[in-house]
C-alpha cells in the first residue's frame, strides 16, 4: 500500500510541483504516523531534484532570493511547533492542514505578488515543510503567478537546500531517526514509479479536471485523518 499511494503522490508532485504530502499523507498517517514530516520531506527533495536537473534553469531567481529571507523564520517556528505538540495533535494539525490547504487552492485564492509576499512565502514554506512535510500549497498560493515550468525550477532551488536544513533539524531534535530511516526507504520505490509516470501525466496539468480532482483527493484525505484522531 505504501507503494501505492507513494506512487500517486509523487506522479502529481512530479507533474504539478506539488502532491507527495499532500496526497499520499492521509493513507500514510494512518499506516505510520511518522512518515510525516521526515520522510515525506526526503521524499519531496527526491522529486524536486528532477525539478532543480530539468526545470532549474527556468526558475526565477528574484523570487528564490527573496523567498530565502524568510526561510530562517519559518524554519524556527516550525521547530517550536514540533516540540511543543505531541503526536495525537500532531495528526490533527498535519491532517487540517491538509485540508485547510486543499480548499484554498479549490477557491483559486490568488495574492498580488511583491517582495514582501516573496519573503512570507518562504517562510510558509519552509514553516509548513518542517512542521507538517506540506510545503506545496503555501508555495502555490505564494507564487501563484509562475508558469508550471519556471515553478517546478524555482521549488527546485527553494525545496532542496530547505529540505535538507529541516531533515537536519529533525534529526538534531530526534524526531529523524532509524525508524523514519526505514520509513523512507519504503518511500523510495513509489517515488521513482512516480517520476517515470509524471512524464505521462505532465501534460494533464493544464486540464480543467486534473488538479481539482487530486485537491479534492487530498482535501478528503485530510479529513478523515483529522475525524479519526478526534472521534
Same mark, same amino acid.
Request: proline share 6%; net charge positive.
Given at each position: 500500500?505504501?507503494?501505492?499511494?507513494?506512487?500517486?503522490?509523487?506522479?502529481?508532485?512530479?507533474?504539478?510541483?506539488?502532491?507527495?504530502? !499532500?496526497?499520499? =499523507?492521509?493513507?500514510? %498517517?494512518?499506516?505510520?504516523?511518522?512518515?510525516? #514530516? /521526515? *520522510? &515525506?520531506?526526503?521524499?519531496?527533495?527526491?522529486?524536486?531534484?528532477?525539478?532543480?536537473?530539468?526545470?532549474?534553469?527556468?526558475?526565477?531567481?528574484?523570487?528564490?532570493?527573496?523567498?530565502?529571507?524568510?526561510?530562517?523564520?519559518?524554519?524556527?517556528?516550525?521547530?517550536?511547533?514540533?516540540?511543543?505538540?505531541?503526536?495525537?495533535?500532531?495528526?490533527?494539525?498535519?491532517?487540517?492542514?491538509?485540508?485547510?490547504?486543499?480548499?484554498?487552492?479549490?477557491?483559486?485564492?490568488?495574492?498580488?505578488?511583491?517582495?514582501?509576499?516573496?519573503? !512570507?512565502?518562504? =517562510?510558509?514554506?519552509? %514553516?509548513?515543510?518542517?512542521?507538517?512535510?506540506? #510545503? /506545496? *500549497? &503555501?508555495?502555490?498560493?505564494?507564487?501563484?503567478?509562475?508558469?508550471?515550468?519556471?515553478?517546478?525550477?524555482?521549488?527546485?532551488?527553494?525545496?532542496?537546500?530547505?529540505?535538507?536544513?529541516?531533515?537536519?533539524?529533525?534529526?538534531?531534535?530526534?524526531?529523524?531517526?532509524?525508524?523514519?530511516?526505514?520509513?523512507?526507504?519504503?518511500?523510495?520505490?513509489?517515488?521513482?514509479?512516480?517520476?517515470?509516470?509524471?512524464?505521462?501525466?505532465?501534460?494533464?496539468?493544464?486540464?480543467?479536471?486534473?488538479?481539482?480532482?487530486?485537491?479534492?483527493?487530498?482535501?478528503? =484525505?485530510?479529513?478523515?485523518?483529522?475525524?479519526?484522531?478526534?472521534?
Amino acid at each position: 500500500m505504501v507503494l501505492v499511494f507513494t506512487s500517486l503522490g509523487a506522479t502529481v508532485h512530479a507533474s504539478v510541483g506539488i502532491g507527495v504530502a !499532500l496526497v499520499a =499523507g492521509p493513507p500514510l %498517517l494512518a499506516i505510520d504516523p511518522r512518515f510525516l #514530516p /521526515g *520522510p &515525506a520531506i526526503v521524499a519531496i527533495m527526491i522529486v524536486t531534484a528532477r525539478h532543480l536537473l530539468v526545470d532549474g534553469r527556468h526558475a526565477d531567481r528574484g523570487t528564490i532570493k527573496r523567498a530565502y529571507v524568510g526561510v530562517p523564520f519559518g524554519l524556527a517556528l516550525g521547530f517550536l511547533v514540533i516540540a511543543m505538540v505531541d503526536e495525537s495533535m500532531m495528526r490533527v494539525v498535519i491532517g487540517g492542514a491538509i485540508v485547510v490547504a486543499s480548499a484554498v487552492m479549490l477557491l483559486g485564492l490568488h495574492i498580488v505578488r511583491s517582495p514582501r509576499t516573496d519573503v !512570507l512565502g518562504g =517562510g510558509a514554506f519552509s %514553516l509548513s515543510l518542517i512542521a507538517a512535510g506540506i #510545503p /506545496g *500549497p &503555501a508555495a502555490a498560493v505564494a507564487f501563484n503567478d509562475l508558469p508550471p515550468t519556471r515553478y517546478r525550477g524555482t521549488m527546485g532551488y527553494l525545496g532542496i537546500p530547505v529540505g535538507i536544513v529541516s531533515v537536519g533539524l529533525l534529526a538534531i531534535g530526534g524526531e529523524y531517526g532509524l525508524h523514519e530511516l526505514g520509513l523512507t526507504a519504503w518511500m523510495v520505490p513509489g517515488i521513482v514509479v512516480g517520476l517515470f509516470a509524471g512524464r505521462h501525466v505532465r501534460p494533464l496539468v493544464d486540464t480543467s479536471w486534473f488538479r481539482p480532482a487530486v485537491l479534492w483527493l487530498a482535501l478528503v =484525505g485530510g479529513a478523515l485523518v483529522a475525524i479519526r484522531e478526534l472521534w
